[in-house]
Antibody, heavy 120, light 108 residues
Framework: EVHLVQSGGGLVQPGGSLRLSCAGS????????MNWVRQAPGKGLEWIAY????????FYADSLQGRFTISRDNAKSSLYLQMNSLGAEDTALYYC?????????????WGQGTLVTVSS | SSELTQDPAVSVALGQTVRITCQGD??????ANWYQQKPTQAPVLVIY???NRPSGIPDRFSGSSSGNTASLTITGAQAEDEADYYC???????????FGGGTKLTVL
């Protein structure tokens, strides 16, 4: 059975950094593209980052302004999101999601979500 | 980047049919996917690549598309279908994905 288990969220001060993790199991992690999606409180879903199966291709939402970095370690079946220079606008529930095909935004498995709160 | 537009809220009587729409220029070129999200839960893929249902999704859910508009139809809506529904597709501006703003479905 496919599982994506997230960790690493929490409370961080403005300007701080945080790293989110997403551990995959039940499938060949290295064969799938992965994404991060976030949802601010009471708001809709926002795609924020994509990484190819090898890690060689990455894309980011313009709204991140270069502050976040997506990465993966296929040997550990894990996906990461390094978040720097965090602001109140980054307060959200963050999800990892598995892609179903090449550069395809149909995502069949999602992590449970991890809450990031940016506040002093 | 492109945008996808959804009606904020739609309601349907129990057992009736409802259509939720998603409009945007990227849908002329790319397929739409649809996600269901219930309170405090992660999104669930209900329709992918315009009109395909993942395993376990009831066949009352179907998808279609015409021009720049994609639709999710629920035929015989059930109480458990009350949720937020989001469309997404590839972004015609080059990014892998863009979401619609979501539609809150109420089953009366």
């Amino acid at each position: 059975e496919v599982h994506l288990v997230q960790s690493g969220g929490g409370l961080v001060q403005p300007g701080g950094s945080l790293r989110l993790s997403c551990a995959g199991s039940g499938f060949t992690f290295s064969g799938y593209e992965m994404n991060w999606v976030r949802q601010a409180p009471g708001k809709g879903l926002e795609w924020i980052a994509y990484i190819s199966s090898s890690g060689g291709s990455k894309f980011y939402a313009d709204s991140l302004q270069g502050r976040f970095t997506i990465s993966r370690d296929n040997a550990k079946s894990s996906l990461y999101l390094q978040m720097n220079s965090l602001g109140a606008e980054d307060t959200a529930l963050y999800y990892c999601a598995r892609g179903m095909g090449y550069y395809d935004p149909s995502w069949d498995y999602w992590g449970q979500g991890t809450l990031v709160t940016v506040s002093s | 980047s492109s945008e996808l537009t959804q009606d904020p809220a739609v309601s349907v009587a129990l057992g009736q049919t409802v259509r939720i729409t998603c409009q945007g220029d990227s849908l002329i070129t790319y397929y739409a996917n649809w996600y269901q999200q219930k309170p405090t839960q992660a999104p669930v893929l209900v329709i992918y690549r315009k009109n395909n249902r993942p395993s376990g999704i009831p066949d009352r859910f179907s998808g279609s598309s015409s021009g720049n508009t994609a639709s999710l139809t629920i035929t015989g809506a059930q109480a458990e279908d009350e949720a937020d529904y989001y469309c997404n597709s590839r972004d015609s501006g080059g990014n892998p994905a863009v979401f619609g703003g979501g539609t809150k479905l109420t089953v009366l």
